[in-house]
């Protein structure tokens, strides 16, 4: 019997620290803080802090595809228990998944979750710096 690797478990641990020390500094997506746009797992973190407070509902409007982590990080940690097929299969049903929510979300005018304003992320901001802009 295969177990999941030793790397897997620990790019697993590394990924949920860096989120944890990213938090408590007041970041709630790296990829948002840095471009002003919204990345696909937007909303994430709040969905499942939702999740644990008892509501299922908050935790949707937050993330609609906030279980999917879960079984992504199993596909993940048990890859060589599976048809190479079928796991190429699954992770290619998650990563579509989540880029059509995401496509969906982006285009909603309505969602204040998953936003486009590349002006007012970090880097266009430090460029406005540095060229002397306001």
Same mark, same amino acid.
């Given at each position: 019997m295969k177990h999941p690797d030793k790397q897997g478990w620990t790019a697993l641990a590394a990924i949920v620290l860096f989120y944890l !020390? %990213?938090?408590?500094?007041? !970041?709630?997506?790296? %990829?948002r803080f840095l471009t002003g746009v919204s990345c696909a797992g937007c909303g994430m973190s709040r969905a499942w802090l939702a999740l644990l407070r008892g509501n299922l509902a908050e935790a949707a409007r937050f993330h609609p595809l906030f279980w999917l982590p879960v079984p992504a990080a199993a596909l993940l940690l048990f890859r060589r228990r599976l048809p190479r097929r079928v796991f190429l299969w699954a992770m290619g049903a998650v990563c579509a998944l989540f880029l059509g929510a995401y496509l969906v979300r982006l285009l909603s005018p309505g969602d204040a979750i998953v936003v486009f304003r590349p002006a007012q992320g970090f880097l266009v901001q430090m460029l406005r710096r540095l060229c002397g802009g306001a």
């Open positions: !020390v %990213i938090e408590s500094l007041g !970041v709630t997506c790296p %990829i």
